[in-house]
């Protein structure tokens, strides 16, 4: 095929063109394989491209559109991400942060309480974001701010909290199964009233 096949894919698009299948819930769920088809030029996630078995424990993957074998394996997260990267967490004044990883119980859960708790804190209009606790960096820059709580070297996947205010780190919650709204909520109004 003369046109190249990376000129054949939406780099805009945000779900799976197959199944339709959100990249954020893709990469909350740590499916982050996207298969790029040489023959037709369609896109298949991780979840709907075909998977034959072809001898003990291995498996020929499909195109599940045009059922050729030429498939492209690509990195979800060159194409789409649901984290954030610390510069963006300096441009809102408020601000409620989350170490993510994903197929991380906490981590799932805990998103879904803070966005649970976020519109009961109306007054500050607050930013949420995810950041990736896999990486070595973020890991680092926290661990700089709360020395006694992170360690640089480790990531936990407790669904860790952390709450800046004007670009600046205020108080942490080290996340886990407890984590409860009201906690989100009273930490958010302790830590952006006070004066700073």
């Not at 989350?98 to 804190?121: G, H, T």
């Amino acid at each position: 095929m003369a046109e190249d096949t990376e000129d054949l894919i939406d780099m805009s698009r945000q779900q799976c063109e197959q199944c339709d299948a959100p990249y954020g819930d893709l990469q909350r769920a740590g499916e982050d394989r996207l298969f790029a088809c040489k023959d037709c030029g369609c896109e298949s996630c991780d979840r709907c491209v075909e998977q034959e078995p072809a001898g003990i424990q291995t498996w020929f993957l499909r195109c599940p559109h045009c059922r050729g074998s030429s498939l492209d394996q690509r990195n979800l997260s060159d194409r789409f991400s649901i984290y954030s990267s610390l510069s963006e967490l300096e441009e809102s004044q408020y601000v409620i942060a989350m170490l993510f990883v994903p197929r991380s119980v906490y981590s799932k859960r805990n998103e879904l309480i803070i966005r649970e708790a976020i519109p009961r804190l109306q007054e500050f209009s607050p930013s949420f974001f995810l950041l990736n606790e896999n990486d070595a960096s973020i890991r680092s820059t926290i661990s700089g701010w709360f020395p006694s709580i992170y360690n640089p070297k480790e990531t936990t996947g407790n669904g860790a909290v952390i709450w800046l205010k004007s670009g600046q780190p205020v108080t942490t919650l080290r996340g886990g199964p407890h984590l409860t709204k009201l906690e989100i909520i009273e930490h958010s109004r302790t830590a952006w009233s006070c004066k700073t």
